[in-house]
């Protein structure tokens, strides 16, 4: 399994952008399906983002089409989620998840690799 670790994470106005960052150790993070969950208190873990193994492939949930951008830069074992127009309902924390299959899955049971997250609020 790979460690994950995400940064980035903070209290913005609605309205405004975050950058969240997922630094993976590990030898398999290039050949590694990654995406983005997001845990809001009292709700279920709920996909946001996932991304292929070289970035060709992306695929987005519904509510965060053209707001968000997930991308990878496999040189810095990193993955990343740029964050815009943020709302007070994407308040949340968010978590990067890995899994070595190339496949774009979107329940979080289908990951084996988990960061502990990194919490977004967003003000109204």
């Known amino acids: 399994q790979m460690q994950l670790v995400e940064s980035g994470g903070g209290l913005v106005q609605a309205g405004g952008s975050l950058r969240l960052s997922c630094a993976a150790s590990?030898?398999?993070?290039?050949?590694?399906?990654m995406a983005w969950f997001r845990q809001a208190p009292g709700k279920e873990r709920e996909f946001v983002a996932a991304i292929s193994w070289l970035g060709v492939s992306t695929t987005y949930a519904d509510s965060m089409k053209g707001r968000f951008t997930i991308s990878r830069d496999n040189a810095k074992n990193t993955v990343y989620l740029q964050m815009n127009s943020l709302k007070p309902e994407d308040t949340a924390s968010y978590y990067c998840?890995?899994?070595?299959?190339?496949?774009?899955?979107?329940?979080?049971?289908?990951?084996?690799?988990w960061g502990q997250g990194t919490q977004v609020t967003v003000s109204s």
């Open positions: 998840a890995a899994r070595a299959d190339p496949n774009l899955v979107v329940r979080p049971d289908q990951y084996t690799s």
């Open positions: 590990g030898r398999t993070f290039k050949i590694s399906t």
